[in-house]
């Protein structure tokens, strides 16, 4: 188990990349850092690697500190997105290379290679010179050249992030298998909601230098801690409305800006200010602008997505997302209705998850 | 604005040709994404629309005028990508009237056009600032309004927004969607985005090779794609690929798997002959048996997605994505069948052109 404990790192006097964090990556877990560019994810690799020391606060590994060790007694293999090879040997050489270093035999060496390549499916290339390959061939050798090896901890700093859709689609699969066949701890960065939920046995979301939350992907898509979490897990992201809270013959419902009653609370949040009602795209139904007890509102947007449409949707100042089966047709600008269902309301004040008994 | 017209359209550098005499027909005011991997072809082609690069053979025309001959600037083109270097010394406002001011505008004319594209970019607040203060976001979209402000016959975007995350990526796509409702512009984008490509444009024009693939509407390239390269490089997750052998009048063979085939299908075996390639999309798959379509594999993985799922399948040496509902799983080696659903299967000649390592990027 590799741990930071308090970790602070600024980068010369003004730029704080971490904030007294504080991480558990446990033994043969694959752990996803999900998180916009800039929120630190990189540093947290470095940090475990060796490549940078922080600021303050202490690294360790199975309770024993390693903030002093050098990078190649801490047990990591560590892969880049900007990848560095050999350029004057073949793939195969480049895939071997850490191989060789541990003194595997020849045998040994090449089925290994081999395994790799076929994982990564590059095995057409293991005769070419890096600068023979495209980017995606070479990001994928440099993963590979990443993982060959047996290491305590593998951290991938958005390994697939170079390689088009349909790649990328195939190799995270193929990435969570290798880890589970290995019994691997992968600390793992992504810009991706799908990827962080796909990959993750546990997520954790950093922004701006802090975990705002860690979880399974179940915890942190079902019960978000906060609005940014809420917003940054799921494809598409979570919609917003600001709403408040009043008494009506019919028990207590939420309001949006409009003064229109939105859904029954979910739980009592009588009294509470800077309320928040946030709403995945599935969990509204559309119907006629005429039903009764609709929420109103006008279509702004409509995007294609193929299999299924998103709509936007304005109503009382707040843009709503909608996921639309691909042969229902609207139009910017026409009227809609909108159902929602109060057990799929996640309800935040100041920013922060309400957590009540739905009722 | 303008009706945007490629006749024969042809671009070489030297001996190599990189567009080989495309035709379209963009109607005024029209949102086209140009779709394609690198290498297809779509920045040259969209170069000569902005008359950055020379047309080798063939013409460009706006609203039936050859513009083969103007200069980039005599186009009166917009264009995203060389818009961020805004004026330091002065403010916001003053960035956004300049081309107006260059042009010799009046100073009533040019204050109402300035307070106009500033109040539908919402930079309303901003336009006594100077550039150092905004975030760059605003900056953006203080250079989005320098080029709108002078009403550009066309509206040419190379805005790479798929590096960003998913929350900003859609963010941004509703920016620019934003600014196409509100401004009404001839739109073209260049992206090798399938999903931004859909999301955003009335019709999308699928390159590859320097040769347009297809040139239709976002539903009509998932569900109708002309061949198999748009089938593959449109859709998310993409479509799977089997071969299919011994094709007749009754049905085909994929991977062992003997399937019936109904009357539109048989038709379209006739011409494609006994092998090829069968085409289906992740979402038109399902766990279990009860369609005259049935493939039988073993299972892969399974990723929770929480508000999907997608399961990989190994059938014979092809492995498969499904998207399934929450809940449903397979496990590693575990034998099941894959029910195809019959309407959306898509077969295609072999050999025609698949890349399933496209590796372009």
């Known amino acids: 188990m590799y741990a930071l404990i308090d970790v602070h790192k600024r980068y010369g006097l003004r730029t704080v990349a971490l904030r007294k964090l504080n991480l558990e990556i446990r033994h043969r877990e694959f752990f996803v850092l999900y998180g916009p560019a800039g929120a630190g994810k990189s540093t947290i690799l470095n940090l475990i690697a060796g490549l940078t020391k922080p600021t303050s606060g202490d690294i360790s590994r199975d309770g024993v500190s390693i903030a002093h060790l050098p990078p190649e007694r801490r047990g990591a293999a560590m892969a880049f997105e900007n990848y560095a090879l050999y350029s004057h040997l073949s793939v195969a050489e480049n895939l071997a290379f850490p191989l060789r270093a541990a003194g595997l035999d020849r045998s040994e060496i090449e089925s ?15 005769d070419r010179r890096p600068g023979f390959l495209s980017g995606g061939q070479r990001q994928r050798v440099a993963l590979g050249r990443a993982i060959i090896r047996p290491a305590d901890i593998y951290l991938l700093d958005e390994p697939i992030g170079h390689l088009d859709a349909k790649l990328r689609h195939r190799m ?49 898509y079902n019960s978000p801690a906060n609005t940014f979490v809420a917003s940054f897990v799921g494809d598409p992201p979570m919609s ?65 997505l193929g299999h299924s449409n998103i709509a936007v949707i304005a109503a009382g100042g707040d843009s709503i997302q909608v996921s639309l089966p691909a042969d229902r047709r609207l139009k910017p ?27 | 604005m303008a009706r945007i017209t490629a006749q024969n359209l042809i671009k070489r550098y030297g001996a190599f040709q990189a567009v080989h005499g495309i035709n379209f027909d963009i109607a005024d005011g029209e949102f086209v994404a140009i779709l394609g991997p690198s ?72 204050d109402r056009a300035v307070r106009s594209v500033a109040e539908k970019m919402e930079l309303g607040q901003l336009l006594s600032l100077k550039p150092g203060a905004l975030s760059s976001g605003q900056a953006q979209r ?85 061949n198999a390269f748009v089938a593959g490089f449109v859709g998310e997750p993409p479509i799977n690929f089997l071969d299919f052998t ?42 279990g048996g009860g369609s005259p379509v049935q493939l039988r594999g073993q299972g892969f993985i399974t990723e929770e997605l929480q508000d999907h799922n997608e399961i990989f399948v190994d059938v014979g040496r092809t492995r498969i994505a499904l998207v399934t509902p929450p809940g449903q799983k397979v496990h590693r080696g575990e034998d099941v069948t894959v029910s195809v659903d019959p309407d959306h299967l898509l077969l295609f000649p072999a050999g025609n052109k698949v890349r399933e390592h496209s590796d372009d990027i």
């Open chain 1, 240 to 304: 917003f409305l600001s709403v408040t809270a009043r008494r009506s013959s019919d028990g207590v419902k939420l309001y949006n800006g409009d003064g229109q009653a939105i859904a029954s609370a979910p739980f009592d949040v009588l009294g509470r200010t800077a309320l928040k009602a946030g709403l995945r795209s599935n969990a509204i139904q559309l119907v006629d602008a005429q039903t009764s007890g609709a929420l109103k509102g006008s279509v702004q947007v409509v995007e294609h």
């Open chain 2, 39 to 110: 290498g297809c072809g779509k920045s040259s082609t969209m170069r000569m629309i902005a008359g950055l690069e020379s047309i080798s053979d063939g013409a460009i025309l706006f609203d039936g005028r050859p513009v083969n001959d103007l200069r980039a600037r005599d186009r009166n083109v917009a264009m995203s990508f060389e818009n961020y270097a805004l004026y330091a010394p002065i403010t916001v406002y003053e960035n956004i009237a300049f081309p107006l001011r260059s042009a010799g505008m009046d100073a009533a004319s040019i």
């Open chain 1, 112 to 126: 290994r290679v081999k395994r790799i390549a076929s994982v990564l499916g590059i095995p057409h290339v293991l």
């Open chain 2, 142 to 226: 203080v250079g989005l309004a320098r080029a709108l402000v002078r009403k550009p016959a066309v509206f040419l975007l190379d805005e790479p927004i798929s590096h960003l995350d998913t929350r900003q990526r859609y963010r941004m796509r509703r920016f620019i969607k934003s600014i196409h409702q509100e401004f009404g512009h001839t739109m073209i984008y260049v992206t090798h985005d399938q999903e931004e490509a859909l999301a955003l444009a009335d019709r999308v024009m699928v390159m590859s090779d320097g040769l347009i693939q297809q040139l239709a509407a976002p539903d009509e390239v998932y569900t109708r794609p002309a």
């Open chain 1, 172 to 220: 995270r699969a193929e990435l969570k298998a290798l880890a589970v066949e290995m019994n691997a701890t992968v600390v793992f960065t992504t810009t991706s909601s799908k990827e962080a939920l796909a990959l993750g046995d546990r997520v954790g979301i950093l922004n701006s230098g802090r975990l705002e939350q860690v979880g399974t992907p179940a915890e942190l």
């Open chain 1, 333 to 359: 600008g026409e009227p809609v209705g909108m159902i929602i269902d109060p057990r799929q309301i996640h309800l935040f004040a100041d920013e922060r998850a309400l957590v009540g008994e739905h009722v």
């Open chain 2, 246 to 287: 011994d094709a007749d009048d009754r049905g085909l063979t994929i991977e062992g798997n003997r399937v019936a085939l109904t009357e539109k299908l048989c038709g379209l075996v006739r011409q494609i002959g006994p092998r090829g390639i069968a085409a289906i999309r992740p979402h038109f798959l399902r766990l």
